[in-house]
């Protein structure tokens, strides 16, 4: 007998078919009408769905899993805040805030109209962004080692973005990951690019690279991750590629409009081309012990799912939550000759309960533990697992596989979904949107306000009164390292009483800057509802 109510139908049909192809306003409507659609149309899985599907937003780089449907509705309006060292015009603005020190100390919007931007990736002296529609926005200075005249455009990697430029290119990007002078993503065709400049990206058509995962940069490399867990890297200031380069490009300066300069509407006119040449294949893992806390079946091999770069390093995740590091990449001559050392110290838990910081007692040691989230940059890594019992795992470039992992005891337990890490500060994003910053002061890329401004002893002040006057009265000086890290705040330049409580979605850091995506913790849900059809609000 056929069923006659729509309750009937599999859960799976609407998650999986229905509701994915549903528009949102009818989503919501749907959840108005009774207890059983208000929960379905809630699922996690479904609004992350859609964040991908709607707004190009995949989360990726964070360990958040939970609160997706608020993430779409923050994305409605999100906002771009920048901060830290001026220099390059890396963070976007022509005018720099005052502030009694010299640099950017405190967080600062950097304005993009009518642009949803959903993902911000730092370089050495820049930044890239993703808008909803796939474009890349940059801004700054991809290298600023070599020069570039007044006359150049962005065929000239040192040519300087002082505000956000649109990207013209010939696809759309899922991703984008920087190195110091480079960078590299993936399109929305799961091709890869390399840009070596602004005006200029090449496409990498190796065959090699047809089934890419992820594509990472390291400080000067970049890596591509394929779905059975083979790890490819290239040089392209190295080797082959820096050959095939410099060719292209010497072909290219005799051309006429093959400049790639800035257009009035903020647009940069690429000129792609596409590089044949194939990247390396790294060995393959070594064997690898068992860890009690993996939920991979016995019948699925152990393979790497995520890769993280940084100063001639490669960190690698296990599905059964091994971290490894493959050294050596200095160039593709000596690539090949390293191999993956296994980081028991990173990985299993009993060794992580020896480390000082829980066998001394200054933290609970952990009863489980399963690293699920990596990141990297220049020379520090980060191994970190999920959830309110979210252990941090802190190591450098030199470690070796005898090397403890640096634990900072206030990061511990915290729920932490994402850690950044610049030249010599270090960020971390939690899953209730608050973002704290520690380390060197970097010209103000721990964003905790104006050292001139802020009381002596203050995490990211000077450490005395006197030592406060006289910099001011000079105009420069450097405060102390923050060793714990501390709340930054997104409401330096409001007056308090119109200030909306910001909740940070995302953060990224390299060289002596920071940036976040940032939204409101106040959005109007009748305003949100209105612009998906005037909704009921009941459901939101």
Same mark, same amino acid.
């Given at each position: ?11 799976? *049909? ?50 958040? %899993? ?7 509705? &923050? ?6 805040? *920048?901060?830290? @060292? ?17 640099? *950017? ?40 080692? /070599? /020069? ?14 002082? %505000? ?45 690279? @047809? ?7 390291? +400080? ?13 890297? +290239? ?27 800035? #257009? ?37 091999? !152990? ?8 100063? #001639? ?43 000082? %910081? ?13 690293? /699920? ?8 890594? !980060? ?19 005898? %090397? ?28 209730? &949107?608050?973002?704290?910053? +520690?380390?060197?002061? @970097? ?19 000077? #450490? ?60 109007? /849900? ?15």
């Amino acid at each position: 007998m056929l069923s006659k109510r729509i309750t009937d139908i599999p859960i799976e *049909v609407f998650l999986d078919h229905l509701l994915p192809q549903a528009p949102v306003s009818d989503v919501l409507r749907l959840a108005c009408t009774c207890k059983f659609f208000a929960i379905l149309c809630a699922d996690d899985v479904l609004w992350k769905r859609r964040l991908l599907d709607d707004f190009n937003f995949s989360g990726a780089g964070t360990a958040r %899993t939970s609160g997706w449907k608020f993430i779409y509705k &923050g994305l409605s309006s999100p906002q771009v805040y *920048v901060w830290g @060292s001026y220099s390059n015009g890396r963070l976007g603005f022509p005018l720099k805030p005052k502030s009694l020190i010299p640099a *950017v100390p405190f967080p600062v919007p950097l304005k993009f109209d009518g642009v949803r931007i959903v993902h911000v990736s730092a370089g050495g002296m820049s930044f890239h962004a993703l808008d909803s529609h796939g474009n890349v926005y940059v801004w700054g200075t991809l290298n600023a080692l /070599t /020069t570039a005249l007044t006359s150049d455009g962005f065929s000239e990697p040192a040519k300087t973005a002082m %505000t956000p430029l649109k990207l013209l290119l010939p696809v759309t990007m899922r991703s984008i990951s920087c190195g110091r002078l480079h960078s590299s993503g993936l399109d929305s065709q799961h091709r890869v690019w390399t840009f070596l400049s602004w005006g200029r990206p090449f496409c990498l058509t190796s065959p090699l690279l @047809s089934c890419i995962l992820q594509v990472e940069c390291g +400080w000067a490399f970049s890596a591509a991750l394929s779905r059975d867990g083979q790890v490819f890297v +290239w040089f392209p200031f190295d080797g082959q590629m820096q050959f095939q380069v410099a060719t292209k490009n010497d072909q290219l300066d005799n051309q006429l409009d093959a400049k790639s300069r800035a #257009q009035p509407d903020g647009t940069i006119p690429c000129i792609p081309w596409e590089m044949d040449v194939n990247p390396l294949l790294l060995p393959s893992l070594p064997a690898l012990p068992e860890l009690s806390a993996n939920s991979a079946t016995d019948d699925e091999p !152990v393979k790497l799912v995520s890769i993280a770069g940084l100063d #001639q390093c490669l960190i690698g995740l296990t599905n059964r939550g091994h971290v490894v590091k493959y050294s050596g990449l200095s160039n593709e001559e000596v690539a090949l000759l390293g191999t993956w050392e296994y980081l028991s110290k990173f990985s299993d838990v009993r060794e992580v309960r020896e480390n000082s %910081t829980f066998a001394e007692g200054k933290r609970p040691s952990p009863d489980f533990l399963r690293i /699920t989230h990596i990141s990297a940059n220049f020379n520090s890594f !980060v191994a970190y697992s999920t959830g309110e019992k979210s252990i941090v795992l802190i190591g450098r470039n030199d470690f070796t596989p005898d %090397t403890p992992a640096e634990v900072v005891p206030e990061l511990q337990y915290r729920s932490v979904i994402s850690v950044v890490v610049g030249d010599y500060h270090k960020a971390a994003l939690t899953a209730d &949107g608050k973002l704290f910053t +520690w380390g060197a002061y @970097s010209l103000g890329a721990l964003g905790l306000g104006d050292p001139g401004q802020l009381p002596a002893g203050a995490p990211g002040g000077f #450490q005395s009164e006197t030592v406060r006057v006289n910099s001011v009265e000079r105009g420069h000086g450097t405060p102390p390292n923050v060793r714990v890290p501390t709340q930054v705040w997104f409401n330096h330049l409001m007056k308090q009483s119109s200030s909306p409580e910001k909740f940070c979605i995302s953060v990224a850091a390299a060289g002596w800057h920071t940036g976040a995506l940032v939204i409101n913790l106040d959005v109007s /849900t009748k305003a949100w509802c209105y612009a998906f059809g005037g909704l009921c609000t009941d459901s939101v």
